[in-house]
């Protein structure tokens, strides 16, 4: 090797070391001190206080076997009350939870960042359209944001997003075949997963069953198979090489469902596993100890218009790959749906939600979960 060619390779090695750290590195950003109220109301953006008939809705007694409590500590709260994000991912140690309901709009641009050895939130680089229900997903440096709702849980987006965390910017990558919000997006080999959801027509919110990859390598999306039984507000999550879809609703939370299939991709195929014990939608679900944890959720019966009957689930039950059984542990301190659920070290962080069925009341909550 002849000197220029010897320095040539030095210097690419060196930028690709160099590009290697900054996908870990954190972007100084502004600190966003926690809010002093854990509720608010959507419509007023007033200060919450939890009625009797609310907290009657809370819902923590799990069917499933039980396991290890586990405990629940208190966290530094949301710089502000929300909820509907759908759901959060993690990245380098951070959490990130974008979008959803807050401040009396549905439509928010939020991009709050969690660091856990802090206990402090940040302000990120705000999303270039609020929206709720915006599905999440995190690898190789970028946060991934896709569709979303531009009305309160309807009205579809196609609009895609990647956050590039070391430069604190969003931009523009080829927008979803088909809009959609609710969907659960997940990483799996380095292409980017979406999976289910709801679509059009906007007053119908009906559920899909839609697949669709993202290769960030073309910027182009590609269409696998489809998820059977459509649905939308899943967990969902990648482990072992498979992808889990757990729970969600088919249509409205009238409708939820226990079902719980696994994508293998090496055949292009779904297959099941034990249901979720607590059927619910709108949960949060992450991988933990080599186990999927599912918490929080939401039921409920609409009656002229109105919910009657809800529930706000508080329920931790876990899933193990290798026996297919689920078990129960400690429940959430505070029942809340579409929460922003994490795992960081040895710890599960659940921030956010909604306090009571539907989108009315908005939480700043934020506690901890660990088997330790």
Known sequence: MDRRTFLTSTASLALAATAARAQHQHTPLPQ????????????????????????????????????????????????LPRSEMAWATEWAGRAHIVGGYGEGRVDRTYHHIYDPAKDVWFDGAPLPRGANHVAVAAD?????????????????????????????????????????????AVVLNGRVHLIGGASEPTMERASVGWHEVYDPTTDKWMTLKALPGARDHVGCVAYNGLIHVIGGRFNTFEYN??????????RDTWETRAPLPTTRSGHGL????????????????????????????????????????????????????????????????????????????????HEAFTLG
Do not use: C
């Not at 469902?257 to 090496?266: E, I, R, S």
């Open 32 to 79: 966003a001190p926690p809010s002093s109220e854990p509720f608010t109301g959507l419509r007023t953006n007033a200060p919450h206080h939890i009625s009797p008939d609310e907290q009657a809705q809370r819902v923590t007694e799990s069917p499933a076997p039980q396991g290890v409590p586990g405990r629940w500590v208190t966290r530094a709260a949301l710089p």
């Open 140 to 184: 190789a440096g970028r946060v991934y944001a896709l569709g979303g709702f531009i009305e309160q849980n309807r009205n579809p987006d196609h609009n895609a997003y990647a956050y590039d965390v070391a430069a604190n910017r969003w931009d523009k990558i080829a927008p979803l075949p088909r809009p959609r919000g609710a969907g659960a």
């Open 286 to 365: 992450v991988v933990y100890r080599d186990r999927l944890f599912a918490m929080g959720g939401e039921a409920g019966l609409i009656s002229k218009g109105q919910i009657t009957q809800g529930k706000v689930f508080g329920q931790m039950e876990s899933y193990d790959p290798a026996t297919d059984k689920w078990q129960s542990h400690a429940p959430m301190p505070t029942p809340r749906h579409a929460v922003g659920a994490v795992t960081i070290g040895d710890w599960i962080y659940v921030a956010g939600g909604g306090a009571v069925t539907g989108g009315a009341v908005q939480s700043a909550v």
């Open 257 to 266: 469902t226990g079902l719980h299939h696994v994508y293998v991709p090496d």
